[in-house]
Antibody
Framework: QLQLQESGPGLVKPSETLSLTCSVS??????????WGWIRQPPGKGLEWIGS???????YYNPSLKSRVTISVATSENQFSLRLTSVTAADTSVYYC???????????WGQGTLVSVSS | QSVLTQPPSVSGAPGQRVTISCTGS?????????VHWYQQLPGTAPKLLIY???NRPSGVPDRFSASKSGTSAYLAITGLQAEDEADYYC????????????FGTGTKVTVL
């Protein structure tokens, strides 16, 4: 059973960089033809796709966040990561990592981690 | 700003049928891309409910079904149960947004 677990600081100061890691267990992040993504949800609001990285190494980012986002994979550690620069209070959200299925749907989700942006 | 629009809320009595719409455009649903649906219970991560048309992951009851017409997609819940009270999101792909996966605005289903 594939499991994903987000980790990282729960509090980030404005203008700094938010960094999160998603640890994958029950399967190899480098095997098969999958993409791995990040989604966020501000408190009380809807879901927003941040970006995805695929087995080919290709990355896809939400155009509204593209200038601030980097998603990368650490194959040897079976992890993938999110970096979001120059954060503001508007970036306060629960951040989820997920594995996509064959048709760009999010098949497996982590439990989510709340990141607050505040001084 | 989401490119897929859903009604903020729908409600129904136990046993009834409710339908949630997901309205997109010619660059996503109307272009033929698959629509997927998620259920989010309070305080939990979203769960894949229906994928690639009308496919249900193992364990999802057949009370949930999906359809698509033109630039809109629909999620139907028949035989509504108290445990179905949750937020529901549609999701698709939009070619005009550089490989973007796009979510709907979300719909709160209330069981009366």
């Amino acid at each position: 059973q594939l499991q994903l677990q987000e980790s990282g600081p729960g509090l980030v100061k404005p203008s700094e960089t938010l960094s999160l890691t998603c640890s994958v267990s029950g399967g190899s992040i480098s095997s098969s033809s999958y993409c791995w993504g990040w989604i966020r949800q501000p408190p009380g609001k809807g879901l927003e796709w941040i970006g995805s990285i695929c087995y080919t190494g290709s990355t896809y980012y939400n155009p509204s966040l593209k200038s601030r986002v980097t998603i990368s994979v650490a194959t040897s550690e079976n992890q993938f990561s999110l970096r979001l620069t120059s954060v503001t209070a508007a970036d306060t959200s629960v951040y989820y990592c997920a594995r996509e299925g064959y048709a760009e749907y999010f098949q497996h989700w982590g439990q989510g981690t709340l990141v607050s942006v505040s001084s | 700003q989401s490119v897929l629009t859903q009604p903020p809320s729908v409600s129904g009595a136990p046993g009834q049928r409710v339908t949630i719409s997901c309205t997109g455009s010619t660059s996503n649903i109307g272009a033929g891309y698959d629509v997927h649906w998620y259920q989010q219970l309070p305080g939990t991560a979203p769960k894949l409910l229906i994928y690639a048309g009308n496919n249900r992951p193992s364990g999802v009851p057949d009370r949930f079904s999906a359809s698509k017409s033109g630039t809109s997609a629909y999620l139907a819940i028949t035989g509504l149960q108290a445990e179905d009270e949750a937020d529901y999101y549609c999701q698709s792909y939009d070619y005009s947004l550089s490989g973007s996966r796009v979510f709907g605005t979300g719909t709160k289903v209330t069981v009366l």
